[in-house]
């Protein structure tokens, strides 16, 4: 079984200040991963994903993400944060191994707020 | 490219009714995925299917739901007899192949109020 983790309910941060969002995975073998942004009243926006390769991801709008295995984690980072980034963020991975059923499974996502 | 098109937007319907949620994939994608979100919750997978195929039903509710992938039209998520607890917003997702390829493209959303 795969699952993912955000253990922040909701993130606080001043504008122009640095962001990360938290994200950590459980899958039985090498995982596909995937940040996704929600805006209100809206469906979920692709950011960024992380398949192979370089362990610093990056992604739309200034977002970033950085595997780690040893920590099974996949946070979203963001050098300066803007108003406009407030929203819902979802984390999703999935399991390389899965055959045909490639389904995405979603942590329970986190609310940024940014403040000036 | 106009992109996933659910429809409709907002859905009312009275306990016992049915409801049907369409969504129309990407052009050129041919697996459609749906997710249902309730208030305050994260995205919980329903079904994934392919056309005329139903690849993954894990998610579905073994009573009063059901979802279909014709060779022609939208696929369709039905809910028959809706109680209070179906309130939520359904997504649809689709994608040209499998989703750690390519992803997912997300469609605005239907959101279900039973009354």
């Known amino acids: 079984a795969q699952s993912v983790a955000q253990p922040e309910d909701q993130v606080n941060v001043a504008e122009g200040n640095p962001l990360t969002v938290k994200c950590t995975y459980s899958?039985?073998?090498?995982?596909?991963l995937f940040w996704y942004v929600q805006y209100p009243n809206r469906g979920l926006q692709f950011l960024l994903k992380y398949i192979t390769g370089d362990n610093l991801v990056k992604g739309s709008y200034g977002f970033e993400a950085e595997f780690n295995k040893s920590q099974t984690s996949f946070h979203l980072k963001k050098p300066s944060a803007l108003v406009s980034d407030s929203a819902l963020y979802f984390c999703?991975?999935?399991?390389?191994?899965?055959?045909?059923?490639?389904?995405?499974?979603f942590g329970t996502g986190t609310r940024l707020q940014v403040t000036l | 490219n106009a992109g996933v098109m659910q429809n409709p937007r907002h859905l009312v319907r009275r306990r016992g009714q049915e409801a049907r949620l369409r969504c129309s994939p990407m052009?050129?994608?041919?697996?459609v995925y749906w997710y249902r979100q309730l208030p305050e919750e994260g995205l919980k997978f329903m079904v994934y299917?392919?056309?005329?195929?139903?690849?993954?039903e894990s998610g579905m509710p073994k009573e009063r739901f059901s979802a279909e992938f014709p060779k022609e039209g939208p696929s369709i998520l039905r809910i028959q007899q809706v109680v209070r607890g179906d309130s939520a917003a359904y997504f649809c997702a689709s994608s040209e192949g499998r989703a750690d390829n390519y992803g997912y493209t997300f469609g605005s959303g239907t959101r279900l109020t039973v009354v």
């Open positions: 999703a991975v999935r399991d390389k191994r899965t055959g045909t059923a490639s389904k995405l499974t």
């Open positions: 299917l392919q056309k005329e195929n139903i690849i993954d």
């Open positions: 052009k050129g994608h041919s697996h």
């Open positions: 899958v039985s073998g090498n995982p596909y």
